[in-house]
């Protein structure tokens, strides 16, 4: 099925530890952007691309990287891991409508615990 | 910078009610709206959008008017069922060029038997 894949959708780290979190479309999106969820803040935007090779910073990027090789996959690295970052991370990707305006394709998120 | 502001929750109905979420925002340009909805447990779904003033999205019962004049896009359904409890976000893109969402930060609503 089309749409936007995240994997893993549970984890738990250890403060100080390191993963990838992933993130894949197969829609052909050009842009993709990484969202966090905590209680009471609603969705901040912590990264995004508007192609592959091109990433730039959201509103809460510190403690993450991103890369962008492909047009598909759009991972976001977590340094050293923080119990700060505990929190529901959801991928977005995004494209421009014919008709005007843009639409959004999110994936099923991941919930991450820091302990 | 953009921002949304909804009403606080949580949001507590009997069955039936009639169900209104305040949303207003701020933002440069000529914003497009969005209500989106999670289930518990779930992720993001789209419920409805509006991308210029006057227009009125609407999906599954529910209703909201993109109002310019207020900056106000304010969510409602005339009556409610238990399989409508969620958290509701509202949320902007600031149109040409954006391809990202603000969000507010959630409404939660709880429809009672």
């Known amino acids: 099925n089309a749409g936007v894949t995240q994997t893993p959708k549970f984890q738990v780290l250890k403060t100080g530890q390191s993963m990838t979190l992933q993130c894949a479309q197969d829609m052909n999106h050009e842009y993709m952007s990484w969202y966090r969820q905590d209680p009471g803040m609603g969705l901040r935007l912590i990264h995004y691309s508007v192609g592959a090779g091109i990433t730039d910073q959201g509103e809460v990027p510190n403690g993450y990287n991103v890369s962008r090789s492909t047009t598909e996959d759009f991972p976001l690295r977590l340094l050293s891991a923080a119990p700060s970052q505990t929190s529901v991370y959801f991928c977005?990707?995004?494209?421009?409508?014919?008709?005007?305006?843009?639409?959004?394709?999110f994936g099923s998120g991941t919930r991450l615990t820091v302990v | 910078g953009d921002s949304v502001t909804q009403m606080e929750g949580p949001v507590t109905l009997s069955e039936e009610a009639f169900l209104t979420i305040n949303c207003t925002y701020t933002?440069?340009?000529?914003?497009?709206l969005f209500w989106y909805v999670q289930y518990p447990g779930e992720g993001l779904q789209l419920l409805l959008k509006a991308t210029k003033a006057d227009d009125k999205g609407s999906n599954k019962g529910f209703e909201a008017t993109y109002r310019k004049e207020t900056t106000s896009f304010h969510l409602e359904k005339g009556s409610v069922q238990v399989s409508d409890s969620a958290v509701y976000f509202c949320a902007l893109d600031s149109g040409a060029g954006s391809y990202q969402l603000t969000f507010g930060k959630g409404t939660k609503l709880s429809v009672i038997p």
């Open positions: 977005a990707s995004s494209f421009l409508r014919t008709g005007g305006g843009y639409g959004y394709t």
């Open positions: 933002a440069t340009g000529y914003p497009s």
